[in-house]
């Protein structure tokens, strides 16, 4: 199996807006990866499939696929590798998500070992590495260690120029910080600067709904119920178009009828 090529008609569906064959799409490339003992492709099919199962909320299929990951990982004698680190971020992010804090810290810190002895200082790698960590110290409520991550996180990806992306992603979560701990100026700048980023490269990028909902939250807590209405409606709008009418989708509808509620009073 040509694994790139998977990965690219994948990506194509997301862009088409063809969410619900997605998870179909990966289940039969699994399968046809497995029947001719293409491990090393399947691997990689697991991985964007336990993405999936997180940001559809579908939590017993991604602990299935969980086992099935780390059962491949022994097969292969991957251990320490870095293929296993990039698997157990992925596993560490799935257990966060799902509120499994003591499961999640445990994968974290196989991974932060995993990278240390493997990548350079500034690999890519560890700058998602850190942005991911700092996503388990917000939800663990250790807000400075976050941004500190978060930090170090942005300190890379500013050396990487192809990394617009990853750069306005960065941002993003630290706008999303300095908000939990109400330094508004502080996560208002950040915000910008991911949204300009966004602007300039592609604004339809399905991270873009992070951001906008971070301004949405931003502008709701400091009063500002118009802006924060067009930017909580950007994010749902950027929810559907990539991932369909979720869970997050109708949280984000809630909070909209919440803002509107909020003008009248």
């Known amino acids: 199996m040509d694994i790139n090529s998977t990965l690219n008609e994948l ?14 799409f990966l289940l039969e490339k699994y399968d046809e990866a497995k029947k001719t003992d293409d491990n090393n492709a399947a691997l990689a099919l697991l991985n964007e499939l336990v993405g999936l199962y997180r940001v559809t909320t579908q939590n017993e299929k991604a602990l299935d696929v969980i086992d099935k990951i780390k ?7 991957l251990s320490g590798s870095i293929a296993e680190g ?41 700058a998602g590495f ?21 930090k170090k996180a942005l300190k890379i990806i500013e050396t990487i120029p192809e990394a617009l992306i990853e750069l306005a992603v960065t941002h993003t979560n630290l706008g999303q910080a300095y908000c939990h701990i109400e330094e508004w100026k502080e996560a208002e700048k950040e915000l910008l600067c991911a949204e300009e980023i966004f602007t ?12 906008a909902n971070a301004f949405g939250y931003l ?14 409606e950007k994010a749902m709008d950027c929810v559907y ?24 009073n």
């Open 130 to 150: 850190y942005n991911n960590l700092s996503l388990f110290y917000q939800e663990s409520n250790k807000w400075e260690k976050a941004i500190e991550c978060l």
């Open 241 to 264: 178009k990539t991932y369909g009418e979720t869970e997050i989708y109708h949280q984000i509808k809630q909070t909209i009828e919440l803002v509107e509620k909020m003008k009248k």
């Open 11 to 24: 990506d194509k569906l997301y862009e088409q807006g063809r969410f619900p064959e997605a998870e179909p």
């Open 71 to 77: 059962a491949l990982i022994k097969k292969l004698g």
């Open 200 to 211: 300039k490269t592609d604004i339809n990028d399905p991270h873009y709904g992070g951001c």
């Open 86 to 126: 990039t698997s157990l971020l992925n596993v560490a992010t799935v257990y966060r998500a799902m509120g499994k804090l003591e499961d999640s810290e445990k994968e974290y810190l196989a991974v932060e070992k995993i990278y240390m002895n493997a990548l350079p200082e500034n690999d890519y790698r560890m």
């Open 219 to 232: 502008y709701f807590k400091t009063g500002n119920y118009d802006k924060a209405k067009i930017y909580y």
